[in-house]
């Protein structure tokens, strides 16, 4: 599901984003913190230790409405996309020491 947010996400933002087949969020996520990749996309339980430490920033949520888990997070509706249709449960995040600007189109490389 979350290649497919991430495809959608490309096609409402106007950006072009690569995609990297990842056995499991696991090694995605190792390879964002690492340096490896630019971002990810993936399920809130998946990411939300690294969010709440500190090292992992998370950009936005594809529900309808902000996560529990994650209120201070908006969606991606909120981001500028309210036409993005999303699989539910997934968002976008990357290293807090990366981050170029606060708008999802600045991930894009």
Known sequence: ???LAGELL?????????????KGAAQALTDTLGGQADSFMSSVPSA?????GGRLRALAVSSAARSSELPGTPTIAESGFPDSRRPPGTGCSRPPARLRASSLGSTAR
């Open 1 to 3: 599901m979350s290649h």
């Open 48 to 52: 939300l230790a690294q969010v709440k």
């Open 10 to 22: 490309q096609r409402a933002a106007g950006v072009k984003l690569t995609h990297v087949p990842y």
